[in-house]
Every structure is written in C-alpha cells, then in structure tokens.
C-alpha cells in the first residue's frame, strides 16, 4: 500500500514521499507525516541476519513507496559504505547495564550522519522524479551536528547549493572548526549573532515567504530543507532502532518480540520520534525514555502537559540539545491529537503567539508511554567519569545526559527491561567537555593536545574527522546578525 505524506496542519493536501522530501517543510507552515505507518512484515530471524544496508531498505521501502527498488538501492549503497569506519555502521556496544548504539561512525562523528549521508541521494532522486529542474538550495540552521553532516553530505553535489547558519558563540569549537574548513564549491557557512532558536526561526521565515521563493524561481532556485523536519531524515533514522533490535536478537539478548527500552538524548525530538515511528512499524518499544539537559522544556512538558518556551536558554556542554523549540514535537501533538490538523494548528498558533500551550487530560494521556527526565551539567560530567572509571569507556556529553537520565529512570522504577541507549557523538567532537569531567586538570591543555590525551585514555583510534582539521584552512568567516539571515541569503544566490 502507498504511504502518502500530509502536513501536520492541513488534512486535505496528499503528497508522495518524494515530494515531502523536496519541499521538507509544507507550504502551511506544518511538517509532513506519512498518512499511515505500514508493518514490517518481516520478521526479526531474518533481519538478524541482514546487513545494515539490508534492514535499511527493509525499513525504508515501506515508508518511501514512490521510490523503485533499484532507486532505493542505489541511496543506500552509495550512503552506508566506507565514510564509515565501521562495516556494521552503527556498533552495539554492551557498557554498564546498557547497551549503546554508538551512531557516531560516518564522517562526522555525530549521529546526523545517518541521516544526512543519504539525503543527499534521496533528494537527487527526488528531483529527477519530479522533473524537478531548479538548482535545489538546502538551507539549514543548526545547533553545530547537522551543519557538519549536511556540509559534508551536499558538497559539490551537482544541482545542489547549501547554506548553513550556526550560532556564532552556541557551539563547540571542534564543531566550529569543522564547518568553517568545509571544502566545496556550493558551500556557505556563517555564524549568527544569536542562539538557534534564532537561527531556526531565521530559516523557517525564508522557507515560509512566498515572494522570496518567487525570486528564487525566477533565478532558477528552489529550497529545501536538511533540517530533521525533512521526512527523508527521519525515515533513515528509523532504521538503527530496527537494526539495533535484531542485533540483540542476533546475540542473544533478547527473544524476537520481547520488548526494550530506548533512551534518547533529545533536543529538536527527531531522533526519538524516529524510534516511534519504528514502534508503530511494529518494533517491540516499552518505554521512549526522552533525555533533556539543563534546557528541559521537554521534561517538563512530559510532566505537565504544558509546553512552555519561555525561559532562558542555557548554553551546556551538549550543545546539540541546547534547544527550546523542539520542532518535531509537533508531529508526535498531531498524532495523539488523533490526527487532527485543526488540534494542532491551535497549539502550535499558541506557541508562535504565547510561546507556549497546554495539551488537553487525553492527549496526555496517550504519552503514558515516554519518560522524561534530565541532567544538570555536574550530573552529565560525573556519569562521563563514572563510567570512565569503571569501564574504561568514554563518552560524549549527549550520550552522557542520556546514560544520566536512564540511572535516573532505573532508580524511581526498578525495570530491568533491556535497554538501548543512542550513543548520538563521538567523545571526539566534545574533546574539552569531556577531559575536563575526567579531570579538571586537563583544563589547561589546548585542543588538540586533549584529543591526543583523550586517545590515550580511550584507546579509540582518532577518527579522520579530526585528522583531517587538525591542519585545514578556514574558507568560511562571515557572521551576520540573526536579522540579517535573508540578506545573507540573497547575497549568495545573487538575487
Ligand atoms: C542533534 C543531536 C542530538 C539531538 O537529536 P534530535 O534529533 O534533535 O533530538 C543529540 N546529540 C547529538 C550529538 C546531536 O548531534
């Protein structure tokens, strides 16, 4: 049966997945959700024995159903091969009581690479479907991860250009570093004076104006959208959670149909909202375990019912979570809304307008099965030692608030489910962060001199990413003010 994709915000528009994933965000301002989830008539025998490249067009060719086999293929193959260091692609490591799926093996040593490494192909694809012929113009705020991935995904792709805007002072330096040495023709990367909240509303009001677009088409240009609201991010993100299940079939673990836990550290909910896509194709899911940092509008919400944006945001040692606005929230609203457009346009008007809303007695009762909890900063630098200390195993500052958060959650419930923990970064990305919960002494070395201690400690072979910027060239110095982003934009494409 095909899936059709229709915006949170409008019931009567049907698209195909390959023109959700070209537009990335609708016209009403909503984001594209599949009009039905189908099983995965497979069963977990067999996808124990498949290869990650296998499960993925498992997985993904019942959500994409426009695309041809071999055009699905054809993106998974050319995604998932040797810009991992790992033929497996996302290992699961057993540490502490918990097992992780370290999703930090593509070539940028964060999990946005598991996506952003094949919708570069998925959108390509799109395009010839679609006749489309405009130059496709990816434009994209992030909080340090995905400008990277997507940065190296696009660059020099034909019939692509990328801009990417990131918060001038809200990321690490190693990200900082790695996006201003990106190589590539078609790649602009600026900073903003601003957070990125303010970066993401920067790129929504672009994507949402009518007259720019219509310049831009006069010009031969069309935008579209790497951020993780375009579905062809969070389809292949559905993937690993179904990979990581028939994993533990295939060690043991588990018996094919019992259930685990999944533990996600959170911040724009896409990841973990690509988990319970995979529950609703019938991955065996007890509990959504949502890990916020100090910036725990999420937790809160799981709490009250009340979403609430108003309130400082805190720069942490997990930028990539430094988020008040979690846009994908608003397709998990739409869902135990059930399926109401009208619903969610009123939440979400509330939101723009009040910067917060209220959920209604049913709807929260339909989250009974997520937990939400978070970590302060101390917390999420002691489990980094802890662990350290007792296994020798390192960590990143994401995964740590996530490790946090399930100690937590074990302590006020007592289960003993089996447990995934999504292991979003290498500890590499967050070298300082982390060293410095190891011990404060190392405060005084520089960069580079942490990730040659941090090799010591950890035994873990640098990865290239960090090879390679370690000597690179900055290519790109421009910082604008977060009310300047359209002009940047204009600048660029000569409009
Ligand atoms: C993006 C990111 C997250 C948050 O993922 P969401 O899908 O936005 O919830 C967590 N950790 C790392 C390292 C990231 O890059």
Known sequence: MAVMYKSTRNDKDKITASQAILKGLSDDGGLFVP??????????????????????????????????????????????DSKFDTDVIAPLVKKAGADYLELFHGSTIAFKDMALSILPYLLVTSAKKNNVKNEIVIL???????????????????????????????????????????????????????????????????????????VMDEKGYQFSSANSINIGRLVPQMVYYVYAYSRMVANGEIKAGDKINVVVPTGNFGN?????????????????????????????????????????????????MDILISSNLERLIYRIAGDSAEKDVELMTALSTTGKYEISADMKGKLSEFYGNYASEK???????RVYDAEGYIMDTHTAVAATVYEKYKEATGDTTPTVIASTASPYKFTRSVMEAIDSAYASKSDFELVDELNK???????????????????????????????????????
């Not at 609703?280 to 009250?304: H, Q, R, W």
């Not at 917390?379 to 030692?385: F, G, M, P, S």
Request: a negative charge; charged letters at 25%.
């Open 272 to 320: 973990i909202l690509a988990a319970y896509y995979a529950k609703e194709m019938g991955l065996p899911v007890a509990k959504f375990i949502c890990a916020s940092n100090e910036n725990k509008v999420l937790y809160d919400f799981f709490e009250t019912g009340v979403y609430d944006r108003n309130r400082e945001f805190i720069l942490t040692s997990s930028p990539s």
């Open 140 to 214: 994209t705020a992030t909080s340090g991860d995905t400008g990277k991935a997507a940065l190296a995904g696009f660059a020099d792709v034909p019939g692509t250009k990328i801009i990417v805007f990131y918060p001038k002072n809200g990321v690490s330096p190693i990200q900082e570093k790695q996006m201003v040495t990106q190589k590539g023709d078609n790649t602009s990367v600026i900073g903003i004076i601003g957070n990125f909240d303010d970066a993401q509303t920067g790129v929504k009001n672009m994507f949402n104006d009518k007259e720019l677009a219509g």
């Open 379 to 385: 917390e999420t630098a002691d489990t980094i030692k």
């Open 35 to 80: 009009d039905n989830i189908p099983a995965l008539d497979v069963d977990f025998e067999t996808l124990s024995k498949m290869s990650y490249q296998q499960v993925a067009y498992e997985v993904m060719s019942r959500m994409l159903t426009d695309f041809t086999e071999d055009e699905l293929k054809h993106c998974i193959n050319s995604a998932y």
């Open 457 to 495: 400690l950890s035994k873990v072979k640098i990865p290239q990413a960090i090879e390679d910027i370690r000597s690179a060239k900055v290519l790109h110095d421009t910082v604008c003010d977060k009310t300047e982003m359209e002009a940047q934009v204009r600048r660029i494409l000569g409009l």
